[in-house]
């Protein structure tokens, strides 16, 4: 009796526990219906949430951790839904759709490798399952696309591994590892703006990303704005401490401002020798840092007209405007020294660059000036005919005159072959022409201008040099030349 009793003991506790196990299976499933008709629905919170009461009353069920791997797959939530399709194999190996949710994470997370063993594993069970056999392809294009991006980043065809990195995203769009590649990319071609947003974007999700706060810094210091950037350099070392390119590029950033600053400092104070070995120091820290080599070239250029090294400035100023083509400042400088080299053509075509860029009353100005003095260049420069500046007294064009009329002057010439005579002839006659003009106030005003001097009846094609040589040195006798030896000649008044 005693044994009976125990045995009705026995039985007493353990009918109960079976009793639980099948209610909590029924509920388990009426949970997980719930959570399907959520998920057809779309509304893949509540289902999540369904399929997590499911597992909450029966956690040894493969297929519920399944079903809530699908829905966060649905909500981007892939690093989560991995957790769950990793569970679910392991408590069913030949749970195919397991495999498959597993495999499609790790490719969603940019580790092709493991996904391509998540879907070898589906096809082992089921050899004819097209969506396995489609997404091994997808896996193993992504492999490809990762050693291309990898080979060309080396030869520095960041175009190609922006493309490479769009493919693989593609297939793969919640992997960080990507987006940062790609961004830092667009970076080095200048493509700030969208580099900028997809590094934002990944530190929206993880404000410790020190690969997205890198590249946040490095977009700020391809701008300029290099104080900004070493904050954000400094924040990505403080995150991680051996991110080689950050320290880098924090290391550079901090020469190059203190190079620049150093550089200005000795231009202010007058000393353009040390200024310009101080740009030419801070040009070779980075070449990659494309705005301010610009500036730095600029500065230099300017450095270099100071020391009146005008080519020298020129060169400096083209190279400003080949790594940036926007950079207003270097064509005004490059222009003002194509002026003072008498390059008036390639003066006006920086100033309408400038003027198309930049409608100001200056800029039309300087386009104005640069135009007549390209105007007043194609005709004869008769201050360089005279040998005299164009600040030239009266008295010093006079002296000209006199000395370039009597060296041109045909009696002087005589003997000469005819086609020297032609040409003494040409510059005799140019010499009076220049004297005529610049010997009058109101004419050499016009002149000056720019202004054509037919306007005025000022026809230069009726004049006569030699009645401007009789009444330059006229006298009661009149002049003639003497010679006084082979090839030399004086003159006398009578």
């Known amino acids: 009796m005693a044994a009976a009793a125990e045995c009705d003991v026995v039985m007493a506790a353990t009918e ?28 893949y919170n ?10 909450d009353m029966c956690p040894k069920n493969a297929s519920y951790y399944g079903n809530r791997a699908a829905t966060l797959m649905m909500l981007g939530k892939f690093r989560e839904a991995l957790g769950d399709a990793q569970q679910s194999v ?26 391509c063993r998540s879907f070898q594993r589906a096809l082992e069970l089921d050899h004819k399952n097209a969506q396995a056999q489609q997404e091994f392809k997808n896996a193993n294009a992504v492999i490809e696309y990762e050693k291309i991006a990898e ?21 793969a769009p919640a992997c960080h590892r990507f987006k940062i590649l790609k961004a830092e990319c667009l970076a080095m071609l200048g493509r700030y703006p969208e580099a900028q947003s997809v590094a934002s974007d990944i530190l929206r999700m993880d404000s410790t990303n020190a690969d997205a706060l890198y590249v946040r810094g490095l977009c700020l210091y391809y701008e300029d704005c290099i104080e900004k950037a070493v904050q954000f350099f400094v924040q990505a070392l403080r995150m991680a401490p051996d991110h080689e390119k950050a320290c880098v590029a924090c290391r550079n950033a901090k020469a190059l401002k203190a190079k620049k600053e150093d550089g200005n400092k000795a231009f202010k104070e007058g000393n353009y020798k040390l200024a310009y070995e101080l740009y030419t120091e801070a040009l070779g820290i980075d070449p990659n840092n494309i705005k301010t080599n610009a500036k730095l070239y600029c500065n230099r250029g300017t450095v270099n007209s100071k020391l009146r090294k005008l080519d ?81 007294s009266e008295d010093e064009i006079k002296k000209a005159y006199r000395k370039r009329a ?74 003639s030349f003497e010679a006084s030896g082979p090839g030399n000649f004086f003159f006398q008044f009578g």
Request: glycine share 6%; with cysteine; aromatic share 12%.
């Open 46 to 55: 509540e289902a999540y949430n369904y399929y997590t009461k499911a597992i």
């Open 151 to 171: 080979t060309d980043f080396e030869k520095r065809d960041f175009r190609k591994v922006v493309f490479c990195m769009d493919r693989a995203l593609e297939y």
């Open 90 to 115: 392991r408590l069913d190996d030949s749970f195919v759709r397991g495999h498959l949710r597993e495999g499609k994470c790790h490719l969603s997370l940019g580790n092709a490798m493991a996904a």
């Open 406 to 479: 009597l060296m041109h002057h045909p009696d002087r010439h005589s003997g000469a072959s005819a086609e020297v005579q032609k040409e003494e002839e040409k510059k005799f006659k140019e010499v009076g022409e220049a004297f005529t003009i610049l010997s009058d106030p109101k004419k050499k005003t016009r002149y000056d201008s720019g202004q054509d001097l037919d306007e005025e009846g000022m026809n230069m094609g009726d004049f006569d040099a030699n009645n401007i040589f009789k009444a330059f040195f006229g006298g009661p006798g009149g002049f």
């Open 312 to 392: 020298d400035a020129i060169e400096d100023c083209t190279n400003a405007v080949k790594l940036d083509d926007t950079y207003i400042k270097a064509y005004l400088r490059r222009a003002q020294c194509y002026l003072d080299t008498e390059q008036y053509e390639e003066a006006v075509r920086d100033y309408e660059k400038v003027y198309q860029t930049e409608k100001t009353k200056e800029h039309k100005q300087l386009l104005k000036n640069a135009q007549l003095e390209l105007k007043k260049s194609k005709r004869k420069d008769y201050y360089k005919i005279l040998g005299v500046d164009k600040n030239a």
């Open 16 to 43: 109960p526990e079976l009793l639980d196990d099948e209610e909590a299976k029924r509920e388990a499933e009426s949970f997980k219906e719930q959570g399907n008709a959520y998920y057809a629905k779309k509304d």
